[in-house]
């Protein structure tokens, strides 16, 4: 009985914390790399799984276009759920100490608006930037192989893809940020859960590159629209309109910081991907998909060492709000044991 007791109770603590789901989430990732990896190896040749990959790492070149918003943006969103009165670059505006502290809905509304119309212009950015400058080289690396230059449609269903997905990625930002981590990860759950599913029956039904393309789509959309009624019913009814306003003195105040965080990721972008970018261009398509697979491997086992600080982020920023100093002493050395 004692044992059981504490399974358990183990069990209902990671089924309640953002920990216990981001580990589930991670597991699934690795279940899929085991089980979705063999079965593209199997019924893709290694033409179109070097393709694939090379696709991959084209499409991550968008970070340079809003990962520096993201952190912001979720940023934003935790200091305004604390309640503080106005987001600066470097801190934050609190209210009175004697007035009642509670979330300041009408600037998260405005966060929301303005984060509305920027996300669709960088998307647009993204679909031109891909159409532009990821064409001609996805052309060179393909050149000569038959099987894989008829499936260059795939190439563009891709570009319009990655647009959507960064016109909407701002909707798990807030709703990371207003502290609802577990259930951002339960929605990444689902997402991938359907991707999984989706990129199996695909490759099994004979569906080819198409398959893992309608899984990733699939991933991307359930995401974006799960994390977006999620976090609007979070809010009153009242907070829930989100116009098309947009806010020029918020935005300026994301950029000094935007900038920086947004030259990191792509630094760290080009550390850890240029290498399948310069690989389609020099080597044949079957070595780029083998690398491929053994980075994003790397890359699996790189995201568990991080979740257990960064699900405590948007609590983090909370507090720092709230002047709760011992917390977040405790908190951050309770992160690093």
Known sequence: MGLTKIIKGLTLRAWRSAVGWSFFATGLRFAGFVLVL?????TLSPE???FWYTILALTGLTNFIYLGFSPMVQR????FWAGAEKFEAMGFVVKPSNSTVSPNYGSLQELTSTMRILYLLLGILCFVFLALLGTPWIESSVLGDEEVR??????WIVI?????????SFWNNLLSGINKVRE???I????LSANYFLVCLGLLLGWGLFAPLIGMITEAFLTRELGKQKFLR???DDYRDVSWNFKHQMVNVFWPNAWRIGAVAGGSYFISNSKRIVAGEYLDLALVGSLGISLQLIMAIRQVSAVWFQVKIPLLSQMRVRAEQDQIKALFLQRLR
């Open 38 to 42: 063999p079965l593209m190896l199997r």
């Open 48 to 50: 179109e799984l070097g």
């Open 150 to 155: 008829n499936a260059m449609r795939v190439w």
């Open 188 to 191: 990444f759950l689902i997402a």
């Open 76 to 79: 934003a969103a935790a200091f």
């Open 184 to 186: 951002a990860q339960v």
């Open 234 to 236: 979070s809010i009153p």
């Open 160 to 168: 319009l893809f990655a647009a959507y997905n960064v016109a909407g």
